[in-house]
């Protein structure tokens, strides 16, 4: 049932959040992540405020395309786009939109890991529940986050 969940939770935290209607082709993840590539580059090398500036907004683009492309399925998408928006707090720690998206993908997970955690405790038999609650700790220890 645990199964069952995750999928639609996520889809639907994605939709409710993002209703642009337009999600990235895997043609526009690989140019911007292409742009982010380089921009990290250039401000690997010179450290101005520009070139940061510019890997922020290559970075905070890719972790958007990321998280709302239907090219990539959800195991992946939200991991990976939630890493890039840690990515962006790390370089300014202010930046609106990574704090909002990251906090809002933060939210899903926890409260996937907490239906879990409740399944779990109320059937401690339910093997579903068990690697549903193992995997979404998984992705938190991927990213490396603290769990909740």
Do not use: W
């Not at 992540?33 to 405020?49: E, F």
């Not at 704090?99 to 993908?105: P, Q, S, T, V």
């Not at 405790?121 to 549903?132: I, L, M, R, S």
């Amino acid at each position: 049932m645990m199964k069952n969940l995750l999928v639609p939770a996520l889809l639907f935290a994605s939709a409710t959040a993002f209703s642009q209607g337009h999600t990235a082709s895997k043609e526009e993840l690989a140019a911007y992540s292409k742009a982010y590539v380089k921009a990290k580059t250039v401000y690997q090398k010179h450290h101005s405020q520009q070139s940061k500036a510019q890997y922020v907004a290559c970075t905070d683009r890719l972790a958007f395309a990321t998280m709302t492309s239907e090219a990539l399925p959800p195991r992946t998408r939200y991991p990976d786009a939630l890493g890039l928006y840690q990515e962006a707090l790390r370089l300014d720690p202010k930046n609106h939109e990574a704090l909002n998206n990251a906090a809002m993908i933060d939210s899903v997970y926890k409260g996937m890991m907490s239906g879990a955690e409740k399944a779990l405790k109320a059937n401690p038999h339910d093997k579903q529940a068990a690697a549903t609650l193992a995997r979404l700790r998984g992705v938190y220890k991927k990213i490396h986050r603290p769990l909740p």
